[in-house]
């Protein structure tokens, strides 16, 4: 089976003067399947996000390259990575990133927007199935952080996109609604043979995904969870 996505070499270095200082990447080979899914452990500042974000397209490795579905994603215009994004990847932020001046419906149906998809059946099923049935016309500000949460794993799962990039998905929530969340990300992974990378700490995540993998001083290394 040919790779869904795919990592070569990819390195990144941030730096504030004509050194590389920081190198949370350091050459990262790695391959998902449609539908394999794979968790990240690893300490914080350890690259994670860095990861989740150049597989996503949202930043770019100073090195290396990405591969989506046969196509180098690295080497793609900025239209053509907003398209990527905005189609083939279901982003769950550890900060929500939701438009404060949309509702919690308009909020999850702006990706189904974008792409044209004007029913929004789905939308109203994926916010009962976290709890927030009957939150359609509120604001995020006037919700909880734990629902923000909530509205942002539903709207990145409305779309049915191919790659699921879940960055703590449950890092704001209760152990049950946690539990909750994740068996949902688990019920959408298996009726439309998503892909899933998931950053956590957590050890209640473990069972969601066969291979686990750590970050290690810039380097993916395979790994079995332990606190």
């Known amino acids: 089976m040919k790779p869904l996505l795919r990592l070569v070499d990819v390195r990144k270095c941030y730096s504030s003067g004509p050194k590389c200082e920081i190198f949370p990447l350091a050459g990262i080979n790695f391959e998902l399947c449609q539908g394999e899914r794979a968790i990240l452990f690893g300490k914080s500042g350890s690259g994670k996000s860095t990861f989740l974000n150049i597989v996503g397209g949202v930043d770019s490795p100073t090195k290396g390259k990405?591969?989506?579905d046969n196509r180098e994603i690295t080497a793609m215009s900025h239209v053509g990575l907003a398209y990527y994004?905005?189609?083939e990847?279901?982003?769950?932020?550890q900060s929500f990133n939701?438009?404060?001046t949309l509702t919690v419906g308009e909020n999850v149906t702006l990706p189904l927007d974008m792409l044209?998809?004007?029913?929004?059946?789905?939308?109203?099923?994926?916010l009962a199935a976290v709890g927030l049935d009957g939150y359609w016309n509120k604001f995020p500000e006037a919700i909880s952080g734990g629902e923000q949460q909530r509205v942002a794993i539903a709207r990145a799962l409305a779309k049915t996109p191919k790659l699921i990039l879940a960055d703590e998905p449950t890092g704001n929530l209760d152990q049950a609604t946690g539990n909750g969340i994740l068996k949902l990300i688990d019920q959408v992974c298996r009726e439309s043979n998503a892909s899933l990378i998931m950053v956590t700490h957590s050890a209640d995540a473990v069972w969601l995904a066969p291979r686990h993998y750590r970050l290690k001083s810039g380097l993916l290394v395979e790994d079995n969870y332990t606190n």
């Open 66 to 68: 990405v591969y989506f």
């Open 98 to 100: 939701l438009f404060p």
């Open 89 to 93: 990847v279901g982003f769950i932020f």
């Open 85 to 87: 994004r905005r189609k």
């Open 116 to 126: 044209g998809i004007a029913d929004y059946t789905r939308a109203h099923e994926l």
